[in-house]
């Protein structure tokens, strides 16, 4: 490094350590700390001097790693949300991580600056997946695939600038269920509601509501109110900030940055405070001005018939019909849904909106018939529905229950550990455990060849081993093991010729293993 | 666009016009031709005319798609093994699909070009995981955990040129198994053997061998051959390529491109030829050369004990010492294996050895006492060894026996289908799903009002629904509903109130649906 080059560098390091200082006398958050470091020993790693490499061990921003607790209760979520979709009847399908850059582009409206693009090593240009829809619609497309109902939990990835306390990150889980195919008008769009609510009922988390709008009503809303078409989707992107801000600054965007007519915006006011059930869509089909708009008369109608399948799947009462709900993503053509936990609404606390943003959605989706027609080479279309379930939300809420629950988390399955009470019997414990393997039952036992006796049984307490298989010399002489409950320390003599029924029985006898989450 | 700049363009167009049409007639194989149709495509929508849009339809090279029939296969995979892992006691991890570009600097000697970089939005640098070691070691040093044994399964990045044919992907899925913790010696690594043994034999893809060596046996072997110290690593790199390519070609590596002495090259051909059980290992042990050299003392210690574990495992019949086997990942200091199918060896056909590279191994991994060290401020080790199972190989193996076999593979679980004989019933259907789904039987029905009896009929032969649920005016009128045996078509009625009963009494009675994969 050339001596100019070096103090330059130096420099930035005393910049950058100032910094850091500051961040710690400050009390900033913890998070950003880390990430000034961060900033501080890559500028020192820069210098390149012989000592000891400098790592700085951290996770890159907005993503995190899932520790053997919060993998117990993700599997958990997991298998009860998958256990739902195949009650539907669904398959599943897999996509890359990466598409062609081009394939993502023009999907996301304003979001799409938020992709995360890969550098151009050669090759194709490669973009991360930034939801599982557009790939979906893809895969379909590429695969002339017209009509099937499938569900993908895979991760995406967002540029976003997450806050991570409230369970949003830039690497998360999306878990999506959708029904494409030329079907009969809203019976796939309510079996959407009807999985939301079996879900959000499932995983016991609070009590929530369902709200749906029409992406035709606030199309046939916005020409009734004298928006110019070419601003339908722009105004559409403002009214979807009314869960997040008050219509007062909806209201300054569409005017101020959009250049709407302020009587426009004025008379969408009105419109986005109607919500309410059948009656107020009812109430709409009379509305003159709606009357004029072919959209919105089709929208209602959709809208009518959605509420009496809804009644028919028993979630009515779930369901919220909200003229509010706008959602952002550019490719929604009908229906669209959004879950909302009921206790985490931001009305809760009007003082700090900002703060509670959207920390009640647990799950989003809606009607998207013309987006595989985008990648088809003949813009073949085909009409797809679905819903996309909140996962990261939903383990915070599991996490915190789970944190502040007495019953501690299983994080292994092993039922049986094999302990030597003397010393020199690591060869019959490995005998014993290759039987117990072959045996199909999960065992464990300690890596130490003599290991003392009280670090083993310790080990099947605070694990929650159920048995511990007893082994000493005398046992082996006389062709026996001890087995013994490791909850209640009875122990018994077995032969060891019956060791592997006995333990099958126990086991079977004992309460099921409590992992801490039911269904698990 | 400028006139220059579209002229410039318009003749990259016909170049690569030109290069698809050579491509098309000289018949390369077909994934190179997408690739160069793809390079055409893009170019073409450079030109960005007003025509619809021509979209790129296919999946990023070296990665793909699975469908619903490769999910289940791979769900069956995965669930084995699973299995397997949570009987040896295992917890699982996740950590994020990129890491700090600087992470992964330094970890994977020669292969590090592989790596995929994304690119610099603003921010830190990052990288996709190249495996999941690295991700692991890291997670290890940041959270301060000293022992665990923990599963991971999830998908890998390396840009290599693969050969998709055989089963090897930019993108694909590795399943790891490790053990952390300062450990007696060959406890933990026995185990591991003891597991990939128990994974293949349960799958059932053929006989295999797994392969043993020892990192530290090499290193003494280099010693002993007169290979200087600084060039221990470079020439295991070559030894590594000995699974794919012939003695006199690795030897010219070695002496030509890496200035080896030929007389330590050919010490070291002479040692390379050694395999088979522990009479190998005793010989070498009293093998002067090796005598003189430490490492290679204690490594046969190793190698010795290991043997003995295996045999009391009950694998050893399965293991095979070879001094050849090198694995080319830089963090490897113990014990390394890698499994190998039988059938697959390139052996078979040497006069087609290329083609034929390693398409037999099915896992491989080793011990790695200093990666962690790596990350840590102080130095601190955490002791380690691992396996990785190379699912991606096992899933096109399952897929060509699933192809060839005539059982089909069900791709979901439905267990009733609602039909309607008539018209009009729609209604009726809904409240009878309903009504299922809440009794958490797995129900579809048709996504149309009014569906024709034989589509409904067919569709549950297509799919292997075994039960339908067949109503009509008169059913209904009744309180009944006819229950069907779609394999038998034997119908009979039952109580509309008994009809969850009738179902679950039949779903039990009926022989455990059969998806084409056991234990699935």
Redesign the interface.
Known sequence: MADAEKAALLEQIKAQGEVVRKCKTEKVPKEQVEEEV?KLL?LK?QLGDDG?K????????G??????EQ??I??GVFNKIIQCF???????????????K??LTGKYGEDSKLI??????G??L?S?RYDLTVPFA??L???KVTN?K?YHIA?V?R?DNPAMTRGRYR?FYQCDFD?A?Q??AM??D?ECI?IVA?ILDNLQIGDFVVKVNHRRLLDGMFAACGVPDEKFRSICSAVDKLDKTFWTDVRAEMVDEKGLDPASADKIGEYVRFQGGVEVVEMLMKDEALQKQPSAVEALKDMHLLLK?CE???VLDKVLFDMSLARGLDYYTGVIYEAVLKGYSHQQSTANAEEQVGVGSVAGGGRYDGLVG??D?K?KKVPCVGVSIGVERIFSIMEAKAQSSAVKIR????EVYIISAQKNL??ER??L??EL??A?????QS???NPKALDQFQYCENNGIPIAIIIGQSEIEKGVVKLRNVATREEREVRRTDMVQEIKKTLAGLTAVDTGLDGN
């Open positions: 961060a890559a790693a000891p400098k790592f700085v061990l951290k996770t890159p921003k993503a995190r790693d899932y520790n053997p993998m117990a993700r599997e195949k009650r539907h009847g669904a398959e599943t399908i897999d996509t890359p991580v990466f598409e062609l081009e394939t995360y693009d890969l550098a151009d090593q090759g194709e490669l991360l893809r895969y497309a590429m695969n099937i499938r991760k990835y540029r690497e029904i195919g079907y009969d019976l796939p309510a009807r079996e399948y028919l799947y028993g985008m990648f080479p813009g994080t292994t399955e092993t690591v060869e490995l005998r455990c290759s393997w072959a199909d039952i999960k065992t464990e890596y130490k060849c």
